[in-house]
């Protein structure tokens, strides 16, 4: 065995010499062993397809119409999807190409919305995809096929959707899984409490804050626009008291009062 | 986890409408973080350190106008908007000024900028600007329009009278939300114009980009026809791929 690992270091070691100092012969030599098809593409194209046709690198303004929606999508069949994903990831590597050499160069690049454009419709391709997944496995399964997420108290004593991962041992087997609750204490630990009360003591004051806010937002914008429509106000504000708004005194406006 | 309400929502419907832009590049465009934690850490809560309030002008929040006016300094008095429910301006609408020198004068709304209530009427409500004044020349007088408020300045004009009216969005009986005026009980039709976006003035006008976009007919080609398959099994088959692998026994959670 021994002789074997250091006649496969040898020939290594020949091979990378011989490589360093004449490829071309190697490469036409052993061409069935190593050849690979990188391109899948019809033309082979090389790296110049990271970046946009010549013809648009001085354009200060390329447009293009919208992204795909969700509606356009459902009615295109897999292989469509499959192709459109595939178009739509280069166009975006193209993007963030372009973009990035506009800024190597201090260039402007052009419609940047564009990224932002493909982005959508491959999110909304992943969408479709999903649902077409969700609605077989529900047919074939009764369930989602989906991730299983749960509904947990984190360490911290929070709520939390934990994505369950796959293991390929029971978990009363996998200590390794278990010891970082043990490590770190249970949620009922007085560390976790003190922390919970002071994190409901921090929401209890944003909160109060952001009703307090609402509430002198509304009196000024009555003592500003008297007459203005109530169900409008009440509909932007659910939470604020009017009623209770327009008795203050803030609410007033600068005139004397009738009675 | 606490969730930042004052970045969202803030540009009106009908701007990132007219904008042509997805939404989501109108809110990265105008916005400031200047700091966010990391996200997907446990230790790090959702925070991050941004402007809170903008003010929002005549300048669209994608321009670098708009960022000028924004600037991370620059700090400006709280402006008060009405609410005002269900917006009912659009572009294109004939309304009589109820306000200013031209009060009773009627025109066309050129502009709407519904994050202020505001409506632009085209060559009214005008006042004189000098631009390009310099030593050696006198600059151009221009005249430029000044945004009046939807709630007082400007009254829609009732299309059989051709007078100022109230109005009430009311359902046709095919089901359709449109626009009543109370003088006569006329339809006030939506206008055309308020299709128009900055890249066309209207849907079927838009001339197609030959190299980058989808052609309608394509676009709109129905190839789904379903079948019992995950998109995966879909693809494989399509590819020639066959996969008797069974998997092993896995465990989640």
Known sequence: MNTAVVSNILKYTVNRCLRAQNVIKIAAASAPVFKRDVHTTKPNNDLMEFF?????????????????????????SNSDLHKLWYVLLKERNMLYTMEHECKRQTRLFPNPERIDKVQESMDNIETVIRERNVAYYKLETGETGERPVEDVVNL?????????????????????????YYEHGFVNSAAVKKFMRLYKEKQYNVERKARNRDFNHVQHL?????????????????????????????????????? | ????????????????????????????????????????????????????????????????QFRLQNDRNMHRKKVFVEPVGEWSFFKGDRVEI????????????????????????????????????????????????????????????????????????????????V???????????????????????????YIENVEKDTTADAAVKVTFAPKLKTFEMDIMEEMGIKEDRVPAKSYWY
Do not use: C
């Open chain 1, 52 to 76: 946009d046709v010549k013809k648009n690198w001085g354009e200060t303004n390329i447009r293009v119409g919208r992204g795909w929606r969700l509606d356009e999508l459902r009615i295109k």
């Open chain 1, 156 to 180: 911290f004593g929070l709520p939390e959707k934990y994505e369950k991962k796959e293991h390929f041992i029971p978990k009363f087997m996998n200590t390794r899984w278990v010891k970082s």
């Open chain 1, 222 to 259: 009555l003592k500003r626009f008297p007459n203005m429509d109530m169900e409008a106000l009440k509909a932007e504000y659910p939470d604020v008291d009017i009623e209770k708004a327009k008795r203050t005194k803030k609410a007033r406006g600068h005139f004397m009062p009738k009675y």
């Open chain 2, 1 to 64: 986890m606490r969730i930042y309400g004052f970045l969202g929502k803030k540009v009106g419907d009908l701007t990132v409408k007219y904008s042509n832009f997805p939404e989501s590049y109108v809110k990265r465009s105008y916005e400031q973080v200047y700091w966010k934690n990391p996200s997907n850490y446990p230790q790090y809560p959702k925070a991050q350190i941004a402007r809170k309030q903008y003010r929002f002008t005549t300048n669209r929040p994608w321009t670098g």
């Open chain 2, 98 to 177: 109820m306000v200013g020198k031209d009060k009773g004068k009627q025109g066309i709304i050129s502009q709407v900028i519904q994050e202020r209530n505001w409506v632009i009427v085209e060559g009214l409500n005008t006042h004189l600007r000098v631009v390009g004044k310099d030593k050696k020349f006198p600059g151009i007088t221009i005249q430029s329009e000044a945004p009046l408020l939807v709630t007082t300045d400007v009254k829609l004009v009732d299309p059989e009278t051709l007078k100022p009216t109230e109005f009430q969005w009311r359902y046709t009986e095919e089901g359709d939300k």
């Open chain 2, 179 to 205: 626009r009543v005026s109370m003088a006569s009980s006329r339809i006030i039709p939506i206008p055309k114009s308020s299709e128009e976006t900055m890249d066309f003035k209207s849907k079927e006008l």
